[in-house]
């Protein structure tokens, strides 16, 4: 079996335009979350999000070709390009080196413009750049062909799992022989009139406008719904070996995912669907390893949904009863990036174990009496980090874990 191995990575959320500086605020416990300024919220019951603020996309891309691109994809292409000039790779195999993508909804800004446009003034005025700017696998496509990776060209396209699906797909690609290197991004833009509003109509979003720092609280008793984020991040998947020779650093080796359905509902989670897929990443990671391996940390899904919170909690304590280790979730500083979150969350895990630090749940006051573990509450705290879990668990009942280890 082939080792597979990250790189190099890279991020943009609404605590900072890069992997550094946005770390940095989480780990310090910093909150993005503010007052929606990209439209007039007047109309609307939910005024706050995880807004990414001062990005100009003609810094990572040609000015004429901005308006090709959807917001989801200036996004990613940032994150991906942090992510290969991380990676330092001088010269590779354009035909063994692709892409994975994956973004829960895509182009949506782009969807909603063009049909107020198409309403208003007609289908002649709807933009010829529409249909390519709002596809989900265009994230993909415009940033191989910013990078000559003509290897496998992947998208996920799996709600709020789709940045650790992409993830898991482009390490299952390596592994199959189809690519020596993969570029992994996953990217949202979501924060439009119809996203917030689409969400609000089905109660998931949290209405704490007055105090936007402390609406996302994951695992508090007082949590009503999640927060809106908007983000990206990516990693550069190897093979081992090949990292070796090129004297590369390495921030860890994936060694075990798990996917799994609910096949319950359409929204409404449940313990056993994420349960399944811990167990199944846990052992994989057992056989890849031939070691009986401790989770260090779990970067949770922590949505601060009463719901999630709850079922992730106990599918935790059922797969390792009594020896649960420290869980904490970000989405209380960045907010839920959807389809980004995985990826995101994953590069944020990879920091953590790289600095030995993990980061804290703010805006952790009251405890729930369903929500009893360790969730590193509103503080980060030292902790030497060896293998840590990542979770992912998406509208549709679709669910993804990673496990990665220092190397």
């Known amino acids: ?40 919220t007047q109309k609307h019951s939910v005024k706050i999000a995880g807004e990414i603020i001062g990005f100009d996309p003609k810094t990572v891309m040609n000015p004429r070709d901005v308006k090709k691109a959807d917001r989801f994809i200036q996004l990613g292409i940032k994150a991906g390009k942090e992510a290969m000039e991380d990676a330092n790779i001088s010269e590779f195999d354009g035909d063994k080196f692709g892409i994975s993508s994956g973004s829960g ?62 993830i898991s797909e482009a390490y299952k690609t390596i592994v199959l022989g189809g690519a020596d290197k993969m570029l992994v991004v996953g990217a949202e833009a979501a924060i439009c009139e119809v996203g917030i509003g689409g969400f609000a109509s089905m109660k998931a979003l949290s209405t704490r406008n007055d105090e936007p720092s402390k609406s996302s609280r994951p695992f508090d008793k007082d949590r009503s719904g999640f927060v809106m984020g908007e983000g990206a991040g990516a990693l550069v998947l190897e093979v081992y070996e090949d990292a070796v020779a090129r004297g590369a650093k390495i921030y860890g080796e994936i060694i075990g995912f798990g996917e799994s359905g609910d096949a319950n509902h359409i929204t409404s989670p449940v313990v056993e669907g994420p349960l399944r897929a811990m167990k199944s990443a846990l052992e994989m990671a057992k056989r890849n390893t031939g070691e009986d391996l401790t989770i260090d940390y779990v970067n949770a899904h922590g949505t601060s949904t009463p719901a999630n919170d709850k079922n992730e909690t106990e599918a935790l304590k059922r797969l390792l009863d009594d020896n649960c280790p ?69 509208f549709g009942g679709t669910n993804g874990v990673l496990i990665f280890k220092k190397v």
């Open 1 to 40: 079996m082939k080792r597979v191995v990250v790189t190099g990575i890279g991020m943009l959320n609404s605590l900072g335009l890069d992997k550094e500086s946005s770390f940095k605020k989480i780990i310090d416990g910093e909150c993005g979350i503010k007052n929606i300024t990209c439209f007039d």
């Open 326 to 394: 420290p869980m904490s979730s970000i989405k209380g500083q960045i907010g839920h990036c959807l389809g980004a979150a995985g990826a995101i969350e994953a590069v944020v895990c990879l920091m953590a174990m790289r600095d030995g630090v993990i980061p804290p749940t703010i805006n952790y006051e009251n405890q729930d009496e369903n929500c009893d573990l360790d969730y590193v509450p509103n503080e980060a705290r030292k902790k030497d980090l060896n293998v840590v879990m990542s979770n992912s668990f998406g």
């Open 105 to 166: 909804i895509g182009g949506l800004g782009s969807i909603e413009k063009n049909s107020i446009l198409n309403l208003n003034r007609g289908p002649r005025r709807i933009s010829p750049f529409f249909i390519p700017s709002a596809l989900v696998n265009m994230l993909g496509g415009f940033i191989s062909i910013d990078h000559g990776l003509k290897g496998p060209n992947l998208s996920s396209v799996t709600a709020c799992a789709a940045g650790t699906h992409a």
